[in-house]
């Protein structure tokens, strides 16, 4: 086996116990090296929620630890972006029914932004965005435009009533 | 090249209505990661370039320390970041940073091996080639180390100044996490910088929990890291040297009596090297 193949296998084998909890490797000091995989964690939390204020705030009490077990299952395989990753868990709490509904505008004017690609980075939307999202259990329908350059509006529309209002801002 | 000189700051979004009025303000360090590769760098930033203050780029992700060669895109990006902003300089960690398909989302230690440190040497040849100004490259802090290691923190760097062109950027917040953390002896690395090949100096805060030190940059400056600054200005006389801070940002008077620590500690070990010379 060469130097680098060697010096692959040791670096693989700390990252995977730092990142996913995997047995530390013989030799390190365990506790230390548990240690230094909280602070990864903490600070790979503490940017997604300085990146995605709402979410954490939306989430209230449940965000530290619902990110954290998240966190753990799904390390980082790209370079990292608090911005994708909270849209990765976002997408995690989603599936299983948990994210509050209160987030859908957030979620949906985020998504004509940016586009989340199979790899997990964030790609910027380029052309015309057109978006219908349901808020809540109530028939209310969220329509996002976003057009070429940035210039976005918004409509909100319940089903049976004529309460379409609209309302445009760039970004 | 040009030179870097007096006390610096790291430019961050939050720090950019300060250090445009932050009086006598040395040079300017950008993190690559948050710069756009293609489009308009930040209004502030263009401003900076434009009144010439010096710029040195700093980059987290390279991982030289790793056991693949950097990535020709990465060094690619920051090659024309440089171009861009007239970096005097570009900056790197002597870390490795992903493995097996896995970000670690961190700066983590190189085995300190004889084989570990001919893989780093390479890589950072690599970089040096590709780059068009000079690189340097910086010490890191850890709260573990790697087993069996053959050699000292001082002669990693000896080892790779000997085998590589690059300079160093020696960040004395991470020396003095590095003494708390596993005793790692200060004065031979102090010893160990050329100060032909020292680019510029880092200190940052930091803060004592469950008996380790955490380099945060997010917690004010302890007496540590100002004491190693002052210990190696009276060995080398002057070097340029900035203060990083990442987080909770401090109101501006706080952040300037920072600056202001740094500018003396820099006197007092001036002073020291000054009365060691006559």
């Known amino acids: 086996m060469s130097a680098r193949a060697r010096l692959a296998r040791a670096q693989e084998e700390l990252v995977r116990a730092l990142g996913t909890g995997a047995p530390v490797p013989p030799g390190f000091d365990a506790e230390r090296v548990r240690a230094s995989a909280l602070a990864l964690l903490d600070k790979r939390r503490r940017l997604v929620q300085r990146a995605w204020p709402g979410l954490a705030s939306a989430l209230n009490t449940d965000f530290a630890p619902r990110f954290e077990a998240w966190a753990r299952e799904h390390p980082m395989s790209v370079e990292p972006s608090p911005l994708a990753d909270g849209r990765r868990f976002a997408r995690a709490l989603e599936a299983v029914g948990c994210l509050p509904a209160s987030l859908t505008p957030l979620l949906q004017d985020f998504d004509a932004r940016w586009r989340l690609t199979g790899e997990g980075e964030l790609v910027p939307r380029r052309g015309l965005v057109l978006s219908l999202a349901r808020v809540g259990e109530a028939r209310r329908w969220r329509l996002v435009l976003r057009l070429p350059g940035g210039q976005g509006f918004t409509w909100w529309v319940s089903r049976g009533g004529g309460d379409s209002q609209g309302t445009g801002h760039r970004g | ?278």
């Open chain 2, 1 to 278: 090249m040009r030179t870097l000189g007096g006390v610096g700051l790291g430019w961050r979004r939050e720090l950019a209505l300060f250090i445009d009025r932050a009086p006598g303000l040395g040079f300017v360090e950008v993190l690559a990661e948050h710069l756009p590769s293609s489009g308009r760098l930040p209004a502030a930033l263009e401003m900076l370039c434009e009144r010439g203050v010096p710029v040195v780029l700093h980059g987290v992700s390279l991982g030289l320390g790793g056991a693949a060669p950097p990535g020709a895109r990465s060094l690619e990006r920051l090659a024309r970041l440089a171009e861009r902003l007239g970096a005097v300089c570009v900056s790197e960690h002597l870390a490795f940073v992903r493995a097996g398909g896995l970000e670690s989302g961190h700066l983590l230690p190189v085995p300190r091996t004889e084989e570990a440190l001919e893989v780093l040497a390479e890589n950072v040849r690599m970089a040096e080639a590709a780059l068009p100004v000079p690189l340097a490259l910086e010490n890191v802090a850890s709260l573990f180390e790697w087993p069996d290691a053959a050699f000292s923190e001082a002669e990693l760097l000896s080892g790779v100044l000997a085998r590589t062109g690059v300079s160093l950027l020696l960040d004395v917040a991470n020396l003095h996490a590095q003494a708390m953390n596993h005793g790692t002896d200060v004065a031979a690395v102090l010893a160990a910088v050329p100060r032909e090949r020292l680019a510029y100096v880092h200190v940052a805060g930091g803060v004592r929990r469950d008996g380790l030190y955490h380099d945060t940059h997010a917690h004010p400056l302890p007496r540590g890291p100002l004491e190693l600054l002052e210990s190696l200005v009276a060995r080398l006389g002057p070097v340029p040297v900035m203060l990083e801070r990442d987080d909770r940002f401090p109101p501006p008077e706080e952040l300037s009596s920072e600056l202001d620590s740094l500018r003396t500690a820099l006197t007092q070990g001036a002073t020291r090297w000054r009365e060691a010379r006559t």
